[in-house]
């Protein structure tokens, strides 16, 4: 249960990225499920893929030209469902990554969708909240083709947020005719979001921690843990590690780290952070090294950042049991087989961060049905749904002697090659 199903070479080598560790994820689960090669292909190539430039006045006047992309890597199982990030790093193969990773993610959850994803690239905190909405209006413009309740629905992601959701769906809406409040999820309550959605990929991957931990016959009181980045995720599943009884060691952010092996007081940290913008000056804490947050010993580590930030030169130095994924693609293929040889279980981003857009799919719903949830009745659904996978794919991994992720990917590719045949030759 903690080996790939093929090697993998000993370094991740420079011309690594998130689009080629995805590819070979893909490729360990076509050839455990013995597809043949216009499957591989199919499943490896995006349906439709956009390019927009965006012009976007300044506040001071000068104008800019922005580059933004979506990408809707498979429909087989419904409407293409993924977020939209703004970051400087966006690129067309990073978002290629992004939307198959969610194709997987979709169909391991067992929801009615297809995989997406979206980007601008630019650095949002260099913006004003007008011209963050001009670049959102003008983004979403140039893709209202492709865009809708049935085909393509976005949601939040790093750099955005409800009220960027909220822009999407009133440029849709006003290009439409009226309010279509299932174009979008991460919306405003007020708007026909879901109660629990701002929280759900927190929950989830708590869930996942949760799960696992029993798994090791880990007691979650007392046990310790370390959190790689301290936005919209990595901050939520501090607290519900935290309220868990789980000793919160380390956390770390765009501008650095802090470390008490007494256990953060994150309610205190989480006050810190609103009124200073970082974890760094925390005075329950002592400062130390971002880049050092894996090589603190604790029970779990959870990387809630970005891609590729543990590689086989770093995941010698990771001094965890456990290791959770709430970001996409923190674990390289090659550091995957370091870690399994040093016998770290790691649960794979497309399971434990799946609570997000399983709560995007309960939002979509009660939008669709003009009927709304409590927030209990969301997190209990949300937790039903994230136990069940957890079940799915561990027994499928000890059935089969394979890694947590191999046995997710697997069974995602296997619905998802299902629902393309089942569909016949078109779609």
Known sequence: MTRPTTPVADTDGPASSPLDDAKAQLADAVEFLNLDAGTHQMLATPRKEVTVSVPLRRDDGSMELCLGHRVQHNISRGPAKGGIRYSGSVNLDEVRALAMWMTWKCALLDLPYGGAKGGVAITPENYSERELERLTRRYTSELIPILGPGKDVPAPDMGTNE??????????????????????????????????????????????????????????????????????????????????????????????????????????????????????????????????????????????????????????????????????????????????????????????????????????????QAYWWTEEEVNDRLRTRMNKAWAEVTTFARDHDLSLRTAATTMAVKRVAEAHDSRGLYP
């Open 163 to 368: 009220q960027t959701m909220a822009w999407i769906m009133d440029t849709y809406s006003v290009s439409i005719g009226y309010t279509v409040p299932g174009v979008v999820t991460g919306k405003p309550v007020d708007l026909g979001g879901s109660q629990g959605r701002a929280a759900a990929t927190s929950r989830g991957v708590v869930y996942s921690v949760l799960n696992a931990m029993e798994a090791l016959d880990l007691d979650p009181v007392g046990s310790s843990a370390v959190v790689q980045g301290f936005g919209k995720v990595g901050r939520g599943t501090a607290r519900f590690l935290h309220d868990a009884g789980v000793k919160v060691l380390a956390v770390s952010d765009v501008h650095g780290a802090v470390r008490n092996d007494a256990g953060i007081d994150v309610p205190a940290l989480e006050s810190h952070v609103d009124a200073e913008g970082t974890v760094v000056g925390f005075p329950g804490a002592d400062p130390t090294q971002a880049g050092e947050i894996f090589s603190v010993p604790c029970d779990v580590a959870v990387p809630a950042a970005v891609e590729g930030v543990i590689t086989a030169e770093t995941a010698p130095s990771v001094q965890a049991r456990l290791v959770v994924e709430a970001a996409n693609g923190p674990t390289t293929p090659a550091a995957d087989a370091v870690l399994a040889d040093r016998d770290v279980l790691v649960v794979p981003d497309i399971l434990a961060n799946g609570g997000g857009v399983v709560v995007s799919y309960f939002e979509w719903v009660q939008g669709n």
